[in-house]
C-alpha cells in the first residue's frame, strides 16, 4: 500500500490518492524528511570494500545501463562535497526483481537521465553489510525484509524528502513511477538549493571543451582541456576520458614526430615545418617537448 510513515491517506493531496488508486497494493513511496543527527564517521563506516565493488559492477552496469554511479557513502560524500551536487542513494538488492523494476521504471528511463545529472548517484548492495549500516540511517521503515529504496541526501549526508521503493510484491505501472520520482526529486533539489562548486564548474567546462576540441581535430585545444582536468586533481569518469584521450594524442604526436626526424637527412626545411607545427600543437605533451628539443639542437647546427 502507498502510504505516508507520518500522515494517514486521508491527509493526503488528491493528485496522491489518485496514484494509490492507480498505482497497486504492495508499492511504497514513503514521504518526510529525515533529519540525521550521526557523525560523519557513521556514513564513513557504511563504504563498500573494494572486494564488495569490484564483484558487484557487472550487475550495476547491468541495471544501471549507461548512468554514471559511485559505490559506497564515502566514496559518494567525497564527490558530493567537491562538486557541490546532492546525492541519489539507491539501495538494491540483486536478483531482486523489486529492483529490477526500480531500474527499468526510473533509473533506465530516458527521461530521468537529464535530472540524474544534478545527483551524485550512490549505489548500495543492501545485501552487504554496508548496506546494512546505511539502512540504519536512511531507512525510514527499518523493515527486516529487504525492499530496495531511493533517497535524496544533501551533499552532507542528510536526508531530505521522499524515500521511493517497494514493500511487498508490485503490480507494474512505469509511467507513475518515472513521472513521481521526476517530481520529487524536483522538490529535492528546490529544498537543497545545490550550488555547484568553482572547481566542479571548472571541470565541467574543461570537458566540454575537450569533447569539442576532439571532435573537431583541434589539438592544441584539446590538450589544454586535457591539462585542465590534470590540474583540478579529481578522480573519477572525467579524469579518466582525459587521461585515455591524452593517451592518444601523445600517440599520434610520436607519429608524427618520427616522421619529422626522418626527414631531416632529405628534407630539413620540410622537417623544420613540421616539427614547429608539432611542438605548438601538442604543447604540453612529452613528443611536443622532445620536438622543441630537436629544433633547438638543429638550429645549433645550421
Not at 496514484?19 to 508499492?27: D, E, P, Q, R
Not at 546494512?132 to 524528502?161: C, I, S
Not at 521522499?162 to 511487498?168: A, L, N, R, S, T
Not at 610520436?254 to 626545411?269: F, G, M, P, Y
Amino acid at each position: 500500500m502507498l502510504h505516508s510513515s507520518a500522515d494517514s491517506v486521508a491527509t493526503w493531496p488528491g493528485c496522491l490518492r489518485a496514484m494509490l488508486a492507480s498505482i497497486c497494493v504492495g508499492l511504497i513511496f514513503s514521504a518526510g524528511a529525515l533529519l540525521c543527527g550521526a557523525a560523519f564517521t557513521e556514513v564513513a563506516s557504511a563504504q563498500e570494500t573494494p572486494n564488495e565493488s569490484s564483484e558487484s559492477d557487472q550487475r550495476w552496469q547491468q541495471l544501471l545501463g549507461t548512468a554514471n554511479y559511485l559505490s559506497g557513502m564515502d566514496a559518494g560524500l567525497t564527490e558530493a562535497r567537491f562538486s557541490g551536487r546532492p546525492i541519489l542513494l539507491f539501495v538494491a538488492y540483486h536478483d531482486d526483481a523489486r529492483t529490477e523494476l526500480l531500474g527499468e521504471w526510473i533509473l533506465r528511463q530516458q527521461r530521468v537521465r537529464a535530472r540524474l545529472e544534478s545527483f551524485v548517484l550512490v549505489a548500495i548492495d543492501g545485501a552487504s553489510e554496508s548496506g546494512t549500516e546505511v539502512a540504519r540511517r536512511y531507512d525510514r521503515h527499518k523493515m527486516r525484509r529487504q525492499h530496495p529504496y531511493l533517497r535524496f541526501l544533501n551533499p552532507a549526508g542528510d536526508a531530505v524528502g521522499m524515500q521511493i521503493g517497494f514493500v511487498g510484491d508490485a503490480v507494474p505501472f512505469p509511467p507513475a513511477m518515472a513521472k513521481f520520482f521526476l517530481e520529487h526529486s524536483k522538490r529535492a533539489l528546490a529544498d537543497i538549493k545545490p550550488r555547484l562548486s568553482a572547481a566542479y564548474r571548472k571541470l565541467l567546462k574543461a570537458d566540454a571543451d575537450l569533447e569539442h576540441a576532439l571532435a573537431r581535430e583541434k589539438h592544441a585545444k584539446a590538450v589544454k582541456a586535457i591539462l585542465a582536468i590534470e590540474k583540478i586533481q579529481h578522480p573519477g569518469a572525467v579524469l579518466d576520458r582525459a587521461l585515455a584521450a591524452k593517451e592518444r594524442l601523445q600517440a599520434l604526436a610520436e607519429k608524427r614526430l618520427q616522421e619529422s626526424e626522418a626527414l631531416i637527412e632529405s628534407d630539413r626545411a620540410a622537417a623544420l615545418r613540421h616539427l614547429k607545427k608539432l611542438a605548438s600543437e601538442f604543447k604540453g605533451l612529452a613528443a611536443a617537448d622532445r620536438a622543441r628539443t630537436t629544433l633547438r639542437r638543429l638550429k645549433k647546427k645550421s
